[in-house]
């Protein structure tokens, strides 16, 4: 549905209809300039032959050091959905259980669909606090088990895992023998203190991306770190699949890692003020709502409500959003991505108000 | 073994030693300087953000002109491994057989094998110069075969498909209502002419790459022209893997199909020098070895060697050379990559003769 919502809206915007597009993770601000130009020179210097298909050399001891891994343990993927991708390919194709928190974001459960593994949802709600129940996760698992995938911060919920929750989460992990899949992808720019999986225990595997941290999505550049037979299996796979990502890129990436600091603090700041200000607005109406604890995304909730006709109904109106379905049995809810300018986050929330039945 | 002679000769490089680096498909000639301008370009005017999984509107349509088919058919692709994988997958992650003339790419074999494909071989020989017994063939195919792999031009023989040869096997293909995968993606800059699958029938699919023709190689792209039910699956494969191929890259791309007539001549001629050459040095030879039809490969045979310990122990001495094990049941031949400058292919050359037992 989430797809059928963005053709749609691209193809109304391609017809002259301006859109407000609240429904797609993809910032508005351009990736920074001294990562382009660090692109540029490496183009010029003639780095656009065949590379390793694990990743560049530098680039994954600068990783190594930030992440307090041994670069063996680290490999450069084509964006963090190819690093899940390939870790589930791996780790599913041959049958076994995935256990996927919900709501949660689609692309867990389409992959884990397309090589036909089985898939058990943990409902979390907004009334707990997008709690994950450590003793019903614990029941989920059995021998079959193959992964558990955390998504901290959440998508959509923006929601951070309490650490006292995540340790639990490991433990029974561990007692289990069951590996944690965990997707940092929006920690690095979290309004608030958020613990990475490897802060307990380096068995389990985190995946990162460049895309939300570093405004680069189209770039396609994220990465994983996991035990090294399996960086061995899945370069592997990259050899028969996308054999390297461009050496150019994977420069622009180093730049954008030197340059985290400021670049960082530049997009968290953006990013809090417009959770501060869409918390603000919803406040003021009848939908109930958690208070991000990341970028993106606030995902409201409204009783009653279909957002899937909803949404669809909303383009004409030129907001674009991601009706709750897209994320599990949540048809009640909605999620607004806040990747575009401030004025646009106060008119389409003033427009979804004004649809809202 | 081909991947490790190249770990290893990329290993010794480090260490100081000088390589002929016999072993990779990799031009040595720079990508055109007009075409990394364009995607200079392209990044700068904020062509960073994330995009279509099918590929840009307006190189899909110039392809689709090119191969004069809609440009519905048309799928950009992260290299042609990509699209030969995501087609294999769909076709044979249930079950089923794929029919492989040898000696072939590795890459097929690879694929096939990573979700469990039952593999058929059909054996060509240098003696009747490579040429595919079509009644052997059809006697490969039952109610299983999903798929038919040409590469042709074909890698590691650089050996064109006869034109009736190919239309026999369209036929027998058709008959049998098999698909057949056509890799050409040397066949924009081969030596004689080349005729495609499309000319004989559209059914079928047709996979080409921007790596060999335009010294493309790291910039990772390329496309497939198939039935639209396909391009639709294919996409969705895209949106859960790999999402798109960078925009900058995609112009970058059209950039190269603007200019394909100057640049192909060149390069064409580069390697036609260069495999003259080679035959002229391997015909003084006690080697038996085809001439090639198109770049970049020759594949010689000498009697009773074994190359797998041939190639190993010839990394000391400078050069480094594919084994013929790489590509099938051809233990007493290797492959040579003319990608090179015409010096290294004079030194190269020399230092197997001397090294043969």
Redesign the interface.
Known sequence: ML?EISEKAIQLVNEGKKMIKFN?G?PDQ??PNEI?EA??EA??Q??????SSVGEKGLREELASIHNVSAGNVMIT??S??AI?SLMFLLL?KGGNVIIPTPHWT?YE??AK??GAEMRFLRTDIDSGWKIDVEKLGNLIDQKTRLIVLNNPNNPTSKVIDEKVLEEIVQIANNKGVTILSDEVYSDISFVKTKSILDFDDKHVLVKSFSKTF??????IGYIIVEKELVEKMM??N???????????QIAALKALELRKEIVDKIREDYRRRADLACKILSKTKMKFSRPDAPFYVFPKYDNLDSESFALNLLDDGVAIAPGTTFGDYREYFRIALTVPDEEIELGLKKICEALP
Chains 1, 2 share one sequence.
């Not at 003639?46 to 590379?51: L, W």
């Not at 050899?239 to 890129?249: A, D, E, G, R, S």
């Open positions: 797809y797609m993809d351009p990736t382009v692109a540029l183009m010029k003639g780095k656009t032959k065949y590379a084509a964006g959905k190819w991708f194709k692309s389409l992959i397309s090589f405004a680069m999505t189209g770039w396609r592997k796979l050899q028969i699949t996308l054999t390297n990502v461009p050496v150019f890129i």
